[in-house]
T-cell receptor
Framework: DADVTQTPRNRITKTGKRIMLECSQTKGHDRMYWYRQDPGLGLRLIYYSFDVKDINKGEISDGYSVSRQAQAKFSLSLESAIPNQTALYFC?????????????FGPGTRLTVL | RKEVEQDPGPFNVPEGATVAFNCTYSNSASQSFFWYRQDCRKEPKLLMSVYSSGNEDGRFTAQLNRASQYISLLIRDSKLSDSATYLCVVLPGSGGYNKLIFGAGTRLAVHP
């Protein structure tokens, strides 16, 4: 079984709809992240969380919110989806930060906003 | 200027060829460097870390040049299975949480 799972894997929605993307991990890591990937751009950090009570904005948090329901679960919400939020979204985990930080990614959620 | 820049490619090479990618970074205080591999429509996975002294893992060699602020990845004896996008990733050295900075990737296509 995969260590980091994301649901749904694909989603098509309409402008203005509220969408939730879910991430679960069995790696026992404290740190979790949400990224988006767009063609021609590197992965960009949306939000990150170092433990259940810790939530931090990344470089592109506008239009998104997150919830860390448990150590193993980190959800990303789009309150009112817009077409430029069409992207590939990845959840990732890591055991610790610093120079030894290795991030483990989920399989991604392909989101299309019409 | 982007914080991490890569040639997007694609690099089209025959099996058995040697191919090299470079990546430049803008923050001279960057601490750590990595290469991730991403297959089409899949998640990125760590390929290797890049150390100041250079490091090798089988057919893959990574080097760091701090003076010129670039890192490189050399792949020898290319295999069809090496076809993927290679992401250059940098950990900046500024204060607070140092988030990883991802390049947009270099695409490699190995053909028979």
């Amino acid at each position: 079984d995969a260590d980091v799972t994301q649901t749904p894997r694909n989603r098509i929605t309409k402008t203005g709809k509220r969408i939730m993307l879910e991430c679960s991990q069995t790696k026992g890591h404290d740190r979790m992240y949400w990224y988006r990937q767009d063609p021609g751009l590197g992965l960009r950090l949306i939000y990150y969380s170092f433990d259940v009570k810790d939530i931090n904005k990344g470089e592109i948090s506008d239009g998104y919110s997150v919830s860390r329901q448990a150590q193993a679960k980190f959800s990303l919400s789009l309150e009112s989806a817009i077409p430029n939020q069409t992207a590939l979204y990845f959840c990732a985990t890591s055991d610790r930060g610093g120079s030894t930080d290795t991030q483990y990614f989920g399989p991604g959620t392909r989101l299309t906003v019409l | 200027r982007k914080e991490v820049e890569q040639d997007p490619g694609p690099f089209n090479v025959p099996e058995g060829a040697t191919v090299a990618f470079n990546c430049t970074y803008s923050n001279s205080a960057s601490q750590s460097f990595f290469w991730y591999r991403q297959d089409c429509r899949k998640e990125p996975k760590l390929l290797m870390s890049v150390y100041s002294s250079g490091n090798e893992d089988g057919r893959f060699t990574a080097q760091l040049n701090r003076a010129s602020q670039y890192i490189s990845l050399l792949i020898r004896d290319s295999k069809l299975s090496d076809s993927a996008t290679y992401l250059c990733v940098v950990l900046p050295g500024s204060g607070g949480y140092n988030k990883l900075i991802f390049g947009a990737g270099t695409r490699l296509a190995v053909h028979p």
